[in-house]
């Protein structure tokens, strides 16, 4: 049997030889989110819930798991991933299904693995998603076996899947396919009107294929990686709105699903998006963009993206849907590694050196401080982070007297300007510098505004990516624990089905995949919760071994009383902090999930 904190998929939880479970008593959720969890037992055969009903007969040789006082729920969706390289790993995904997620989308933010070269393919990802290129370039030369989106969709289905996946079609990779990664992302040359139609029709090769639809990026502090074109934009960036809009009509006029990184430093860049999603006179296109948070930064943001869906969805027949979080947003840093260092050009600068004692001269030059500071301190410059220095704490530096403190601590101590000592420790200590700060969605009273806004869509994990700053993997717990402790308060936030429903089913049936609901008949993917267990634990974070990648240590959340049970295709996947036999290196758990053939033309 694995332990609850082995990287290891394989344990040694019993099963039976049929496949037949019964889930005995416990409060049942159909995620529809219509209807209130109801006692009942949940009998799941061949790979589908054959019935739910009250005191259902074991049938012979099942596997009976005791549900009573736990919430029966369908597993859990993960709508925003960057999985794309560590699925070629560790296809179990096992950080994501020991949390209830049954269901992960791959090919966010205009990148995927869909088309293009090896070398094209780990540029593009693996700056801006915080994953070592040394890693991911070597395995994506053994690996890929596929040329087009649709070789990419059979590549997966030949995976030992542990969750399901389902894909976008990234924008930046089709791109950079088409015109060459070098024009792709050089700013005086536009796409061809026989690149557009190419891109276009590989679109629709994808649209063919299954692909829910088409991801895109407008944020130009996404770069890319390597010696050839390192510290551009990706491809995506440098598409004309032309370009954007000549794809997204493909995607409108068979209903997929246009995704969106908007440019938080074009004043109009998120208007223009959300008025691209308008049904007037035309049909609406289905529009998801990251996303809505209470932002230290620039406070009352997440307000003005509520009431701008609000007008778009209620007076001009949009569906434009902010992704967001249900739980304060934090970052754990490495020195500079962080993509919102990025948003300065200075930032750029020093991390586009890629030597540790180049990086340390260059923040040490006088010229170079100078202009880190005066955009550091531009008061009209859009910024996610707030460069407060007042808030971030050292958690790690080889100074031991350093940690637990602010740099505006050290800064007063040594009777220096805070950015000065922020600069000094960088140069001095470089990525052995950690340190800890939240970005937003620490007030509770605005975090509940964000979760229970209608247009909002549950997710923005960014699972698989970020691995040194981020830990996202649980957030559906973080929005049941936000639930239950309103509850605590005498206060809703919002039903417990409403809640269930913002994880499963309203997710899935936004994308058009056939997940996210417990009904008879269909593939039984089922997490099992204990309600006890949301507390405090859940925000924990610890550190362990990224599998496939020597000397990497990713950040986790490891509260594993917390979802005790999960099915996925009919199959015990994780049971009672450890994983079935066979998890990750057979298949027959998740599979690629196609769009359904209702969502397209």
């Known amino acids: 049997m694995a332990a609850p904190g082995d990287t290891n998929a394989s344990g040694g939880v019993g099963i039976s030889e049929d496949q037949t479970i019964l889930i005995r008593g416990g409060t049942v959720f159909d995620g529809s989110g219509q209807r209130p969890g109801i006692q009942a037992d949940v009998l799941v055969r061949d790979g589908v819930v054959a019935q739910v009903g009250l005191d259902l007969p074991a049938p012979d040789g099942a596997t009976v798991i005791d549900a009573a006082g736990k919430w029966v729920t369908p597993g859990f969706i993960d709508l925003h991933t960057h999985y794309d ?3 070629e790993i560790a296809p179990a995904l096992t950080e994501s299904v020991r949390h209830g997620v049954t269901t992960v989308l791959v090919g966010s933010c205009g990148l995927s693995f869909a088309m293009g070269t090896p070398e094209d393919l780990a540029d593009q990802f693996c700056r801006v998603e915080g994953v070592p290129r040394e890693a991911v370039l070597p395995l994506l030369e053994k690996v890929k076996d596929w040329e087009d989106p649709a070789g990419y969709l059979r590549h997966l289905d030949g995976l030992p899947l542990g969750p399901n996946v389902t894909a976008m079609f990234g924008h930046s990779a089709v791109r950079a396919a088409v015109m060459g990664l070098g024009r792709s992302v050089d700013s005086s040359a536009k796409a061809t009107d026989r690149e557009l139609d190419q891109m276009r029709g590989h679109l629709d090769d994808a649209l063919d294929a299954g692909y829910l639809g088409m991801s895109f990026n407008t944020l130009p502090w996404d770069k890319l990686d390597g010696d050839r074109y390192r510290s551009q934009a990706t491809p ?27 440019d938080l430093q074009g004043r109009w860049n998120i208007p223009v998006i959300a008025w691209m999603s308008t049904g007037v006179r035309r049909k609406r296109l289905r529009t998801m963009v990251i996303s809505m948070i209470d932002s230290r930064a620039m406070r009352g943001t997440h307000k003005f993206a509520g009431k701008m869906a609000d007008l778009v969805n209620d007076r001009f027949n949009a569906d434009f849907r902010w992704q967001a979080l249900p739980q304060p947003f934090e970052l754990w840093v490495d020195g500079l590694e962080v993509p919102v260092m990025e948003e300065m050009g200075a930032g750029t600068a020093a991390l586009h050196e ?10 040490r030059d006088p010229a170079f401080r100078e202009k880190f500071r005066k955009q550091w301190s531009n008061p009209l410059a859009p910024k996610a982070w707030h460069r407060d220095l007042r808030e971030p704490r050292i958690i790690d530096c080889p100074d031991k007297s350093l940690v637990s403190r602010t740099f505006d601590d050290v800064a007063r101590e040594r009777g220096i300007d805070p950015l000065d000592c922020f600069l000094d420790l960088q140069a001095e200590f470089g990525d052995d510098l950690r340190w800890y700060t939240v970005v937003g969605n620490e007030r509770r009273e605005s975090l509940e505004y964000v979760v229970t806004h209608p247009s909002v869509l549950m997710g923005f994990s960014d699972a698989g990516a970020h691995l040194r700053n981020m830990a996202y993997y649980d957030f559906p717990l973080h929005l049941l624990k936000l639930v239950l402790a309103a509850e605590g ?26 997940a996210g609901h417990l009904e008879v008949g269909r593939r039984a993917d089922v997490a099992i919760v204990d309600p006890g267990t949301l507390d405090s634990r859940l ?63």
Do not use: N
């Open 354 to 363: 890629t030597d540790p004692e180049r990086r340390k001269a260059l923040l």
């Open 539 to 601: 925000d924990e974070m610890t550190e362990d071994d990224m599998v496939g990648m020597p000397g990497l240590r990713r950040l986790v959340r490891r509260h594993d009383e917390c979802v005790t049970t999960v099915v996925i295709g009919g199959r015990l996947a994780w049971h009672d902090g450890a994983y079935a036999e066979g998890f990750g290196d057979q298949k027959g758990y998740g599979q690629v999930l196609r769009a359904r053939s209702g969502a397209a033309a």
């Open 85 to 87: 390289a560590e699925i």
């Open 489 to 514: 308060e005498g206060r809703q936030v919002m039903t417990r089905e409403r809640a269930v429903h913002r994880l499963t089913g309203e997710i899935a049936d936004f994308l058009g995949i056939d």
């Open 236 to 262: 995506s960036v440098y598409a004309t709105w032309k370009e954007y809009r000549h794809l997204a009509a493909r995607l409108r006029e068979r209903d997929r699903v246009f995704q969106m990184v908007p």
